[in-house]
């Protein structure tokens, strides 16, 4: 059991991710209770009990949850929310949630781990220093990483990391499809690194379209990335339609300064696997 005796409280904890963080939490000996849409305690009572208020509902109903506990809390309670995007989030804490501290997170993960050890999670506190505190210590005693950063920041770099790379993953789907070719000749004819690629296509069979959907509509560098996207993508193909010599030349240029970035990431990554290996040697399997 832990040495604290408060309570935890999850919004949306029949959800896929308030179901994993009510596992985790109670596995550390929390008692944990939930409110959901016909489940479990109604918001007020959720708010009398507990002192950790943890936010797990889609980024669509997060506004209305967040205005309608305002008038139910206070200095008492902790609030940490979850939410795929940072910024919009925080800043409707910040402005509706007066009294307590307050936590921003994003899991950098799904509900479908087997493991959360060496899985990252971003966070930030957005007031108070307890809560923080508390959360970064629960998540390192279960082996997470934690990333630190800004609201502003984490949206810019899941511009990256979400939008585009579901927006490939979309492209790549349909491309697939519009070939004609079959998966079982594509995965029985892949090299490694296209294999990898369809691996990871693969895992959006158990993703959620309405969440990825909100990543890309509401991400507010989203449209800035897939803008450099088609542009990049239309300025390589025109250039390799030229079948010429100066078309192999500027080919050529793409690909040395795709090595470059890929030597400075292969260092990074050869950095990374070391630091997981040493983590999983230093926590008990």
């Known amino acids: 059991m832990t040495e604290e005796n408060f309570k935890i409280g999850i919004i949306g904890g029949a959800g896929k991710m308030g179901r994993l963080f009510q596992t985790l939490f109670e596995r550390k000996g929390y008692e944990v209770f939930i409110s959901d849409v016909g489940v479990g305690l109604s918001l007020e009572e959720l708010m009398k009990l507990c002192k950790v208020i943890f936010i797990a509902v889609p980024m669509e109903v997060f506004p209305k949850i967040v205005k309608e506990i305002s008038p139910l809390v206070s200095k008492w309670h902790w609030i940490i ?28 993960f799904g509900p479908f781990e087997d493991t959360l050890k060496n899985k990252s999670i971003a966070i930030y506190p957005l007031k108070g ?18 990333i630190e950063i800004s609201p502003k920041r984490h949206d810019q770099i899941m511009g990256l990391v979400q939008v585009i790379n579901h927006f490939w993953l979309l492209l790549l789907a349909k491309l697939i499809r519009d070939s004609e070719i079959q998966a079982k000749e594509l995965v029985e004819l892949s090299t490694p690194s296209f294999l990898s690629q369809l691996i990871a296509l693969s895992r959006l069979s158990k993703q959620d379209e309405d969440l990825y959907a909100k990543i890309q509509l509401a ?5 800035k990335f897939r803008n450099l996207f088609c542009k990049n993508c239309s300025l390589l193909n025109k250039i390799l339609s030229r079948k010429n010599s100066s078309a192999e030349l500027l080919f050529k240029d793409y690909f040395r300064l795709a090595k470059e970035l890929a030597q400075e990431f292969e260092q990074l990554l050869s950095v990374e696997v070391k630091e997981k290996t040493n983590s999983s040697q230093n926590h008990p399997q």
């Open 81 to 108: 929310d979850i939410c795929s995007l940072k910024l919009e989030p925080s800043k409707l804490m910040v402005k509706h949630l007066k009294g307590p501290e307050l936590l921003a997170t994003h899991p950098l």
């Open 129 to 146: 220093k307890n809560l923080y505190l508390w959360f970064k210590g629960v998540m390192e005693e279960e082996g997470l990483r934690i």
């Open 219 to 223: 991400n507010p560098y989203g449209k």
